[in-house]
Every structure is written in C-alpha cells, then in structure tokens.
C-alpha cells in the first residue's frame, strides 16, 4: 500500500501522511484520523498507523495528520481560537485527502479529546457522512454512579483521612460549576471556545446529526471500572437521551490507551467497522 508524507492547508504548514489502498473500494469513504490529545499523529502504541492499514487493505484510504502546534505541523498562528483552529484544520484535511483520493465522501475518527472537534466537523461539513468516536466520555446511569461511590468508600472508608478527602473533593467540584456557571452567563456558551460541551448537549446533537444521515458509532473501552458496565448501560444512556439509532460498542477487554496488541486488534476491528470499511473479503 502507498503511504507518503504530506504538507498541506494555506500555506502547507499541516503535515499528514496519506495511506493509500492497491485497489479503492469505490463505496467506501475517506478517512481522516488526527491527534489523541496531545500525541503525535501516530496515536497510543502507534495504533492509528495500524489502523490506516488495515483501513487501506480493505480498499479505504485516509490521512492521518497533526493539528497546528502538535507533531510536525507548525504552531499556529493565533487568530483563531483552539476549536475554531482545530476545524479549520480538519477541513484542511478533507481537501487534501479529497485531492488525493479521490472521495467526496469522508468518515473521521475522534479519538478520547478529539471527540468535540471531529463532531464540530461532521457538523459543519456535510461531506463527513460517517463519525466514530471513542472514549471521550462515560455514558452513566444511576447504578453506575452508585457503583463509583461505593467503590470510593470502600477504598478510602469513613476515618478522619478520607473525610477530609471527600470534603476536599465536594469543594473542588463546588468550584469548577460555579465557574462553568460564571462563564454560562457570560458568554452564553459553556466554555471560553464554545467546545465544552456537556454530555447530554453532545448526544443530543449526535442524535440530530443521525438524523440527517450521518452514520454514528460510540465506542468506549471498559477500563473504566466503576463507571463502565457493558453494552447494555451504553444503550440505556443513548435512549435516555434520544439517541436511539446512534451505535454503541462496548470493548469490554481494551484499555483506554490499547496497551496490548490484543486490545488494538480489538479497537482496529471495532474502529473499521464504525469507519465504514468494506469487509476484507470484499475489498477488491
């Protein structure tokens, strides 16, 4: 399979590398993958670059790039703010891939913090017909908060110690909601950049972006102990909040970071078939 290094957007200041199949599905969409917070473009372990080619075996092609200011992509230059930055780039990347392989179509992948930029992408772009994203954030429930905190006591128990703990905890998160509440008010959007979306918001437009079309994938590693408890919790919390036809995936066996081969044989599966891979059968 073709894989180049690439520069690209207005003044070619991103760098990507394009992963091109032998024989390109014709139905199958481009891909676009980008950073895991703050790591290179390769991703935990180098899972993205395994799962370019594996996307690239099954006819897929993508480009997998760094955002301003990580990787190899130059600092930005500061006249927009991280979000709106982080679109344009992302547009950047669909031109580019568009350019080179040949699609109108496109499928992203937002990998834990790149959940909020690749949906601000298929929402602002209707050539992004298929969005996955994984482990950006617990779908919880009542018995799963209820887990967490008797899991909490029996860990830290109820001696002068763990009082002191959970008080220090209540204030803390005291703090950080008036602050969210003090920016609400302020600026009429919750977050300085507008990205800080809650939960509910976020699934809420998930849910109205499937509605239009878009094919949406949730996937979430079960490391998460406590919070965490299989398909069916993540189903439940999707219905609750409207979002019936958004698709679940529950890997009960990968950690957040797919430390082990095994657990990133698990996600690239997983990741394939959100992404919209043909199978590998079908391929040619």
Do not use: K
Not at 133 to 141: A, Q, S, V
Not at 227 to 240: C, E, I, K, N, P
Request: include cysteine; charged fraction near 20%; charge should be neutral.
């Amino acid at each position: 399979m073709p894989e180049r290094s690439l520069s690209f957007g207005s003044n070619a200041e991103l760098v990507g590398t394009l992963c091109l199949p032998e024989q390109q599905a014709s139905s199958a969409p481009g891909v676009v993958l980008f950073n895991a917070g703050l790591l290179h473009r390769v991703g935990p372990h180098r899972v993205q670059v395994r799962l370019a080619r594996a996307l690239a075996a099954r006819g897929q092609p993508s480009l997998r790039f760094d955002l301003h200011g990580l990787g190899d992509s130059a600092r930005a230059s500061g006249a927009l703010g991280h979000g709106a930055q982080a679109l344009a780039d992302l547009r950047d990347a669909l031109e580019a891939l568009r350019e080179h392989a040949d699609v109108d179509r496109f499928a992203v992948l937002g990998f834990c913090s790149g959940i909020v930029p690749a949906f601000r992408l298929a929402e602002a772009d209707s050539r992004v017909r298929v969005l996955a994203l994984y482990d950006g954030f617990d779908l919880l429930n009542s018995i799963s908060r209820l887990r967490y905190y008797l899991g909490r006591l029996l860990e830290h128990g109820l001696d002068r110690t763990a009082m002191a703990h959970y008080l220090r905890r209540a204030r803390l998160t005291w703090g950080a909601l008036m602050l969210r509440l003090r920016d609400v008010s302020s600026t009429g959007a919750s977050g300085s950049d507008a990205d800080d979306l809650s939960v509910p918001a976020l699934l809420a437009n998930l849910a109205a972006l499937n509605a239009s079309g878009v094919q949406v994938s949730l996937i979430n590693a079960g490391s998460a102990f406590g919070v965490r408890d299989g398909q069916a919790q993540m189903r439940a919390a999707l219905d609750r909040h409207g979002a019936r036809d958004v698709r679940a995936v529950f890997l009960d066996d990968v950690d957040h970071l797919l430390t082990s081969l095994a657990a990133q044989r698990t996600f690239i599966d997983a990741a394939c078939a959100a992404l919209g891979a043909p199978a590998p059968s079908a391929a040619a």
